[in-house]
Nanobody, 113 residues
Framework: QVQLVESGGGLVQPGGSLRLSCTASGSIFNIYTIGWYCQAPGKQRELVAT???????YYSDSAKGRFTIFRNNAKNTVYLQMNSLKPEDTAVYYC???????WGQGTQVTVSS
């Protein structure tokens, strides 16, 4: 079982940036895809971005051009760099280890002036 811990959320003004981190325990981290998801109040959890073990990336339409996902396998960590944040990006952000289906506890991102 892989355990995931997210960090880096917070309150930021529109147009600002945040970098989220997802750090995992377990030796199987490096060989699977990791995904970042977000869930806004009253809405379903939705995919934001993924990165495969060989560093191929996918972005949702809302994330393209603003967010960057990258990973450091030596640190068992995947990052989500979020730039040009908008109020509609406000949500709890979760990472998921796609191989095991494990989720982190989430980190709150609030974009507000």
């Amino acid at each position: 079982q892989v355990q995931l811990v997210e960090s880096g959320g917070g309150l930021v003004q529109p147009g600002g940036s945040l970098r989220l981190s997802c750090t995992a325990s377990g030796s199987i981290f490096n060989i699977y895809t990791i995904g970042w998801y977000c869930q806004a109040p009253g809405k379903q959890r939705e995919l934001v971005a993924t990165i495969t073990s060989d560093f191929r990336v996918y972005y949702s339409d809302s994330a393209k051009g603003r967010f960057t996902i990258f990973r450091n396998n030596a640190k068992n960590t995947v990052y989500l760099q979020m730039n040009s944040l908008k109020p509609e990006d406000t949500a709890v952000y979760y990472c998921k280890h796609e191989g095991s289906g494990s989720w982190g506890q989430g980190t709150q991102v609030t974009v507000s002036s």
